[in-house]
Structures are given as structure tokens and as C-alpha cells.
């Protein structure tokens, strides 16, 4: 199992940036493909964003692509994703997920997770 702990949510107005951390433990960090996921209330949690095991692809739903950047620092044991021009439709519950099992594939649907964290609320205002 591998423990993962979310940061950097918070309150933005639409248009700014937020960048949002979440540091792992536990089962090695690097040998895992990471995700972000989202829930806004009422609704499914739905994929954001996924990045390799190694760092070198990452993935995003159309909705984010060319707005948000996921990125991950194996030294530091840590995910992030970079969230820039956000719209009041990015208002969710923002979750950091790690593959099912070691050097697998990137978890593109709540299935394909094996260990998610608490969340962190982002929330953009008009």
C-alpha cells in the first residue's frame, strides 16, 4: 500500500493558477504510473491527468489538455499537477492515485487505481 497526502487546493478566482502536490509512502514511488482525479459535487470522479512510472508521458482528459501539466519528482517522492486558466468548471475534489500494481499501466478510471488519497478542494469563483 502507499500512502499519499494531497496539498495546495484552495480558492481562486477564474483565469489564475494553482499547483497541487502530493507526497507519497510506503511502496516505491517511482515503479508506479500516477493520476489525478476529480469529483465535483453530484457528479462521477473522472480522470484528469496520469504520468509514467519512469516521468516520460503523461496523459490528460480533453477537458484540462493544453491548461494543466502533471509532473513528478521520484527524489522527492512527490506528484504535482499545475493547474493554470482555471475555469469555475474545474471547481471538484481533487484526489492524487496511484496505478494498480509496479511499472503499470497510467490509471486512466477510478478501476485502474490501487491507492487513492484524502483529496484537496479546489474551488475557482467567477
Known amino acids: 500500500q502507499v500512502q499519499l497526502v494531497e496539498s495546495g487546493g484552495g480558492l481562486v478566482q477564474a483565469g489564475g493558477s494553482l499547483r497541487l502536490a502530493c507526497a507519497a509512502s510506503g511502496r516505491t514511488f517511482s515503479n508506479y504510473a500516477m493520476g489525478w482525479f476529480r469529483q465535483a459535487p453530484g457528479k462521477e470522479r473522472e480522470f484528469v491527468a496520469a504520468i509514467s512510472w519512469i516521468g516520460d508521458n503523461a496523459y490528460y482528459a480533453d477537458s484540462v489538455k493544453g491548461r494543466f501539466t502533471i509532473s513528478r519528482d521520484n527524489a522527492k517522492i512527490t506528484l504535482y499537477l499545475q493547474m493554470t486558466s482555471l475555469k469555475t468548471d474545474d471547481t471538484a475534489v481533487y484526489y492524487c492515485?496511484?496505478?494498480?500494481?509496479?511499472?503499470?499501466?497510467?490509471?486512466?478510471?477510478?478501476?485502474?487505481?490501487?491507492?487513492w488519497g484524502q483529496g484537496t478542494q479546489v474551488t475557482v469563483s467567477s
Open positions: 492515485a496511484a496505478g494498480l500494481g509496479p511499472y503499470g499501466r497510467y490509471p486512466s478510471s477510478p478501476a485502474e487505481v490501487g491507492d
